[in-house]
T-cell receptor, first 113, second 111 residues
């Protein structure tokens, strides 16, 4: 059974640029969520995708957007990068949208300079 | 905001049981208690979850009080590799079943 994989593992961008992060779900999982974890803090929910549609969103501005593909993989896009966007971005997959545990990847470390 | 309260840190000796407490006094009837841990530079790892009954798996045991206002995660024989930040999370069921993380408790296992 393949777990959640994320790419790239590390990324450095300049303020104002755009970035795309990628996530492959664990086998058999059809729901994907994205979280942002700033240094020293717990992860914060960005949004969730189920059946290729966003079905929940946290307190993040519209420049954070995402996609889910028919194979349940997902992308997180961030436009107009700000210095405060520097964080670990975590992807998690699960089965359905109810009481199935989320399984996380090891994240993408984004640094904005 | 997180609906749980955990002490910031604790330690235990290798080979001994680690008992990690969590308070969730405002938990609702349809909310589960989840535990995750995060080892430095890795993503959170699912440990266990429960609603009202005690639960056990190969990693840990979860003891939930009868009034459901608190719980304890038990690692029966802690090893150095169990050193991590442990998050206790109350999670609702439903269409948007997100996890709301607090600051967690840092467990240090000493040799």
């Amino acid at each position: 059974e393949t777990g959640v994989t994320q790419s790239p593992t590390h990324l450095i961008k300049t303020r104002g640029q755009q970035v795309t992060l990628r996530c492959s779900s664990q086998s058999g999982h059809n729901t994907v969520s994205w979280y942002q974890q700033a240094l020293g803090q717990g992860p914060q929910f960005i949004f969730q995708y189920y059946r290729e549609e966003e079905n929940g969103r946290g307190n993040f501005p519209p420049r954070f957007s995402g996609l889910q593909f028919p194979n349940y993989s997902s992308e997180l896009n961030v436009n107009a990068l700000e210095l405060d966007d520097s964080a670990l971005y975590l992807c998690a997959s699960s089965i359905g949208t109810s009481n199935s545990p989320l399984h996380f990847g090891n994240g993408t470390r984004l640094t904005v300079t | 905001d997180a609906k749980t309260t955990q002490p910031p840190s604790m330690d235990c000796a290798e080979g001994r049981a680690a008992n990690l407490p969590c308070n969730h006094s405002t938990i609702s009837g349809n909310e589960y208690v989840y535990w995750y841990r995060q080892i430095h530079s890795q993503g959170p790892q699912y440990i266990i979850h429960g609603l009202k009954n005690n639960e056990t798996n190969e990693m840990a045991s979860l003891i939930i009080t009868e009034d459901r206002k608190s719980s304890t995660l038990i690692l029966p024989h802690a090893t150095l590799r169990d050193t991590a930040v442990y998050y206790c999370i109350v999670r609702a069921t439903g269409a948007n079943s997100k996890l709301t993380f607090g600051k967690g408790i840092t467990l240090s296992v000493r040799p």
